[in-house]
């Protein structure tokens, strides 16, 4: 269960460079968000399909970039998690547990890189136009490297707004993401990111 919600965590930072106007073409549009955007929030649904079970979650996220974001479950569990720039906090209000590890060494060269750095969209993946479905329009990225733990990452556009994202992970793991109530100018500041874990739960660290 843990390696499949942190798994979300990739999922959720990805959004700071995935929205973006999509009649300059997919790939311009991502492009050009993730060199111009600063902040973002909204509602998502998220279904992991792995090979035991198919499970949907529900909840709000906020980015606010470099660095910036927290990803809130509220069905049908709640959980947490923050990245305050440092470290990444995984909150887990059933186990009563915080888990906590470096944002960095977290992150890597996966697409939650993207968050914390402008440069690793063009740095770490290949883009290209994937396609339309549904008045969906996709794009494809590919990770350069061998070991990003991703086999493909769809980013889809509707009119100027995210719609939805698809990605397949090296087990073969597939995620699908719905995106609702977009707003590309918050009013978001870094004290909304600062995680102080609750009284009398477990703090692990990894």
Do not use: C
């Not at 999922?11 to 995935?18: E, G, I, K, V, Y």
Request: hydrophobic content about 35%; proline content about 3%; aromatic content about 10%.
């Amino acid at each position: 269960m843990k390696t499949t919600r942190l798994f979300t965590l990739t999922a959720a930072a990805l959004l700071s460079s995935a929205i973006g106007f999509a009649q300059a073409g997919a790939v311009d549009a991502l492009k050009k968000f993730n060199n111009d955007a600063d902040g973002i929030s909204g509602n998502f649904s998220q279904t992991v399909h792995s090979k035991k079970k198919t499970q949907t979650t529900y909840g709000t996220f906020k980015i606010l970039r470099p660095g910036l974001f927290k990803w809130e479950y509220t069905k049908p569990y709640k959980q947490t998690i923050v990245g305050d720039g440092k470290t990444i906090w995984l909150y887990d209000v059933d186990l009563a547990q915080v888990t906590k590890s470096s944002q960095d060494q977290t992150i890597g060269d996966s697409p939650a890189a993207i968050l914390s750095n402008k440069t690793a969209l063009d740095s770490s993946y290949t883009l290209k136009e994937d396609g339309s479905a549904n008045g969906i329009d996709y794009v494809l990225a590919t990770p350069k490297k061998n070991n990003a733990g991703y086999q493909y990452i769809r980013i889809g556009f509707k009119g100027d707004n995210l719609a939805a994202m698809q990605l397949k992970d090296s087990f073969g793991n597939q995620t699908s993401i719905s995106f609702s109530g977009l707003n590309t100018k918050p009013n978001l500041s870094s004290s909304m990111f600062k995680f102080t874990p609750p009284k009398g739960v477990d703090v692990l660290s990894n």
